[in-house]
């Protein structure tokens, strides 16, 4: 039974660092959306 509680913890904290992650990752895919959208923007002038 031990051995399953441990498994469910460190289960639970990689889903938490996970969710993290992917939230990091679309917050700099944005930022990339935005500077490319910029660049363009910029050279269309």
């Excluded at 469910?8 to 944005?30: F, H, K, P, Q």
């Excluded at 990339?32 to 660049?39: D, I, N, R, Y």
């Amino acid at each position: 039974m031990r051995k399953v509680l441990i498994l469910a913890a460190a289960t639970a904290a990689l889903m938490v660092s996970a969710c993290n992650t992917v939230a990091g990752v679309g917050r700099d895919m944005e930022a990339a959306g935005s500077a490319v959208k910029s660049t363009a923007e910029d050279i269309k002038r």
